[in-house]
């Protein structure tokens, strides 16, 4: 076993061991799932707070649902019911938290290093759910995950991210974990949304769609994210879905065992058709459930890096 | 290659587990009510081993799975977090008698995580326990109904147990500090 974090931040900092132990552990807890009863007592009586300063459907129910199965408490901290609107810092909102004894932050923020900056001002463990554009660990572990369980490896599969990278902090965790465990990443999109400073990461760029799908193994569908673009990266959606779309006729020309993934939320008939998202090639929803099996996983392994938890009594 | 004393080869454990099996099957008179449930890893290939001699004994086959303990220790926050191995257990436990096998007895929390765990997929008769060795030093209530040798040890030693391991020879060490 090799897991010794106490926090998980990002995928950069993770060696392909400690992915893999990951994956292998939610392989596990994926199966507790499918059990009637979906509940073990590894987390029992720990308190899991869910601090989401930015919205989420997906990694929060997941993340919630995967501490409940693990039978720890769990706190679902809105933003917009808090202090926060009376100006009270992250940094305070936490340390408030951590006062009623919570054991497990789980955090998105807007801002890149949010969880980092917690992890070093509590005393508590903390799980980075996605920090501005620049990681989304979980997605990524989830992601891996389904490519492994669908294509029984991961090294040496083509996996091409389409759509917009620049301000993806799913691409950027993808891209690590993918390139760690020996997968070869192509990046394709719009020129100004997938810059060539990314083949610094180990991927090839390219801006030719058909060229990028031709012999994908795995083709990995981003969201457009206009929450975080400054500026009009290009002309329409209309434009970006006749040049970069994935419709019926495209996913034609991709190998006939290549699959579609998506994190989600999907803008259906902008970078996916419904045809294709709702399709048999379409594994987006199995990420959803080995979503949650990853983050149980995640949540078991961070715990155990606590190091010895004693109790004294005064 | 080993270190330490050899207590059982590959013949012995081999006779100490036909005689398990045969206890299991003097005791347990309604054959087809009992399954064979392994802790992992060591009690995966045991309860494998007892599964062949008790078909060939009853006449039909036995059940057999694994359940594993590691969501269920006792120690979760005192460590780093454990191994999972799979817990397979593709057959309905609800009223049937489970012999839970192991390899090593020690101190019996590894068994009671394994009660624990084996709780969630229903309700057995009765759980009985099956172990290759029982090296005492029990920490809680809990004691074997089959045992393949009694090894009095003291705490500082460790119990080897080898099986099935790829160009290596069946058997039991023991290991002193």
Same mark, same amino acid.
């Given at each position: 076993?090799?897991?010794?974090?106490?926090?998980?931040?990002?995928?950069?900092?993770?060696?392909?061991?400690?992915?893999?132990?990951?994956?292998?552990? +939610?392989?596990?807890?994926?199966?507790?799932?499918?059990?009637?009863?979906?509940?073990?007592?590894?987390?029992?009586?720990?308190?899991?707070?869910?601090? %989401?300063?930015?919205?989420?459907?997906?990694?929060?129910?997941?993340?919630?649902?995967?501490?409940?199965?693990?039978?720890?408490?769990?706190?679902?901290?809105?933003?917009?019911?808090?202090? %926060?609107?009376?100006?009270?810092?992250?940094?305070?909102?936490?340390?408030?938290?951590?006062?009623?004894?919570?054991?497990?932050?789980?955090?998105?923020?807007?801002?890149?290093?949010?969880?980092?900056?917690?992890?070093?001002?509590?005393?508590?463990?903390?799980?980075?759910?996605?920090?501005?554009?620049?990681?989304?660990?979980?997605?990524?572990?989830?992601?891996?995950?389904?490519?492994?369980?669908?294509?029984?490896?991961?090294?040496?599969?083509?996996?091409?991210?389409?759509?917009?990278?620049?301000?993806?902090? #799913?691409?950027?965790?993808?891209?690590?974990?993918?390139?760690?465990?020996?997968?070869?990443?192509?990046?394709?999109?719009?020129?100004?949304? #997938?810059?060539?400073?990314?083949?610094?990461?180990?991927?090839?760029?390219?801006?030719?769609?058909?060229? +990028?799908?031709?012999?994908?193994?795995?083709?990995?569908?981003?969201?457009?994210?206009?929450?975080?673009?400054?500026?009009?990266?290009?002309?329409?959606?209309?434009?970006?879905?006749?040049?970069?779309?994935?419709?019926?006729?495209?996913?034609?020309?991709?190998?006939?065992?290549?699959?579609?993934?998506?994190?989600?939320?999907?803008?259906?008939?902008?970078?996916?058709?419904?045809?294709?998202?709702?399709?048999?090639?379409?594994?987006?929803?199995?990420?959803?459930?080995?979503?949650?099996?990853?983050?149980?996983?995640?949540?078991?392994?961070?715990?155990?890096?606590?190091?010895?938890?004693? #109790?004294?009594?005064? | 290659?080993?270190?330490?004393?050899?207590?059982?080869?590959?013949? $012995?454990?081999?006779?100490?587990?036909?005689?398990? $099996?045969?206890?299991?099957?003097?005791?347990?008179?309604?054959?087809?009510?009992?399954?064979?449930?392994?802790?992992?890893?060591?009690?995966?290939?045991?309860?494998?081993?007892?599964?062949?001699?008790?078909?060939?004994?009853?006449?039909?086959?036995?059940?057999?799975?694994?359940?594993?303990?590691?969501?269920?220790?006792?120690?979760?926050?005192?460590?780093?977090?454990?191994?999972?191995?799979?817990?397979?257990?593709?057959?309905?436990?609800?009223?049937?008698?489970?012999?839970?096998?192991?390899?090593?007895?020690?101190?019996?929390?590894?068994?009671? $995580?394994?009660?624990?765990?084996?709780?969630?997929?229903?309700?057995?008769?009765?759980?009985?326990?099956?172990?290759?060795?029982?090296?005492?030093?029990?920490?809680?209530?809990?004691?074997?109904?089959?045992?393949?040798?009694?090894?009095?040890? $003291?705490?500082?030693?460790?119990?080897?147990?080898?099986?099935?391991?790829?160009?290596?020879?069946?058997?039991?060490?023991?290991?002193?500090?």
């Amino acid at each position: 076993m090799s897991w010794n974090r106490k926090h998980l931040l990002d995928i950069e900092s993770l060696s392909a061991e400690e992915i893999v132990t990951v994956l292998d552990t +939610a392989r596990a807890f994926k199966a507790v799932g499918e059990r009637a009863i979906k509940k073990v007592p590894a987390l029992r009586g720990k308190t899991v707070v869910n601090l %989401f300063v930015e919205p989420s459907t997906r990694t929060r129910t997941s993340f919630e649902l995967a501490a409940i199965r693990l039978s720890a408490d769990v706190i679902n901290f809105n933003t917009e019911a808090s202090s %926060f609107k009376k100006g009270e810092t992250l940094k305070d909102t936490a340390r408030n938290l951590e006062a009623l004894n919570a054991d497990i932050f789980i955090v998105r923020h807007s801002s890149a290093g949010a969880p980092h900056f917690l992890a070093r001002v509590l005393k508590a463990s903390v799980v980075n759910a996605g920090d501005g554009a620049h990681e989304h660990p979980t997605q990524a572990l989830l992601d891996a995950f389904t490519i492994r369980e669908r294509k029984g490896k991961i090294s040496g599969l083509n996996v091409t991210i389409l759509g917009d990278i620049l301000y993806s902090r #799913v691409a950027r965790s993808d891209i690590w974990a993918l390139t760690k465990l020996g997968a070869k990443v192509t990046l394709c999109g719009p020129p100004t949304l #997938v810059p060539r400073v990314f083949e610094q990461m180990g991927c090839r760029v390219t801006h030719n769609f058909e060229e +990028a799908i031709a012999d994908a193994d795995i083709i990995n569908l981003l969201r457009i994210q206009h929450e975080r673009q400054r500026k009009t990266m290009f002309p329409g959606l209309a434009e970006y879905t006749s040049l970069f779309g994935l419709n019926r006729e495209r996913l034609a020309r991709t190998k006939p065992d290549a699959l579609i993934m998506h994190p989600g939320p999907i803008n259906r008939g902008v970078e996916i058709d419904t045809e294709t998202a709702d399709g048999e090639r379409s594994v987006i929803l199995e990420q959803v459930t080995n979503g949650l099996a990853v983050r149980m996983a995640v949540l078991f392994l961070v715990n155990g890096g606590q190091g010895p938890q004693e #109790v004294t009594v005064a | 290659m080993s270190e330490g004393n050899v207590i059982l080869n590959a013949a $012995a454990i081999q006779r100490a587990l036909m005689r398990v $099996a045969h206890e299991i099957a003097e005791c347990d008179v309604a054959s087809t009510e009992v399954v064979l449930v392994g802790i992992p890893r060591g009690g995966v290939p045991l309860a494998q081993r007892l599964s062949t001699i008790l078909t060939g004994i009853w006449g039909h086959a036995v059940p057999t799975g694994s359940v594993d303990v590691g969501m269920h220790r006792d120690d979760l926050n005192h460590r780093a977090a454990p191994n999972i191995l799979p817990t397979v257990i593709p057959f309905d436990i609800n009223a049937k008698t489970v012999v839970l096998v192991d390899d090593v007895l020690f101190s019996g929390r590894t068994v009671r $995580a394994a009660m624990d765990s084996l709780n969630d997929f229903g309700r057995p008769e009765r759980i009985q326990l099956a172990v290759l060795i029982d090296r005492g030093h029990r920490e809680l209530p809990i004691r074997a109904d089959f045992v393949g040798k009694n090894v009095p040890t $003291a705490i500082t030693e460790k119990i080897r147990v080898r099986l099935g391991e790829p160009g290596g020879e069946d058997e039991v060490v023991l290991e002193k500090k």
